[in-house]
């Protein structure tokens, strides 16, 4: 399933619990990016996760569900994504709703489509941070030494540096990008156009856009071009 991910330089990500009319999830799914992530930190249900999921299929590109609420795992779906939030200070964020997820699903986990994401939350000011009480105000250095336990000790396929809502540090961004060897660096947050596009393609393998499709449904097609014409940068 790692395999399926490496290719993957741009990605739009959905919340369930957000309107989008069929002309702007027709022009989403027709961009020529490289796949749809489905999850929101709010508001996500079974019932909004199944109709969003439903109206992607109609289009042939790769669909994941980022699983956040255990009531919204909806079978169906190409990959579900598993986020551990490093840098919370609850265990039930890195392993305690997973346990749960496990007792609850037992048997019925599709192990071979599941990926991990080392989730680093950066931006206090959002519904993730505040809903796992993750602790934001880090250095380049810390949270790229979280980036390495994801990457190093954890083995994870995924990095996530999360900003939601926020446009990053890029000189955090690039100290986790110069420490991270083996895992997928993926990016999130505050993308609202090309320019901050190219710079999280410049120091990432995948950027997430979001918040800016439902703002701006023609901002959010041209970041698609500005990431695939970038080349990441190399360190490792």
Known sequence: MQQMIKPW????????DRLISDEDLQSVCLSGSDAILIGGSTGVTY??????LTR??????????????????????????IPMVLNSP??????????????????FIPWERLLTEGYIVLNDDSSVARLTSAETELTAEAAAAYAQIADKLMKLPIVYLEYS?????MDTVQTVRENVEYSQLFYGGGITGEAEATQAAALCDTV???NIIYRDIQQALRTVAAVKMTK???YL
Not at 9 to 16: A, E
Not at 56 to 72: G, Q
Not at 90 to 102: D, M, N, S
């Open 90 to 107: 609850e265990p039930a964020w890195i392993l305690g709703h997973h346990r749960q997820a496990i007792e609850r699903y037992g048997s």
């Open 9 to 16: 330089r741009h990605v739009f990500k959905l919340d369930p």
């Open 208 to 210: 997430v856009v979001g």
């Open 56 to 81: 992607v299929r109609r289009y042939k590109l790769p669909c994941a569900l980022e699983v956040s609420h255990l009531e919204a795992v909806v079978p169906g779906f190409d990959l579900y994504m």
């Open 232 to 234: 990441p940068l190399t």
């Open 165 to 169: 809502g926020r446009f990053g540090d």
């Open 47 to 52: 019932e909004n996760t199944v109709d969003l």
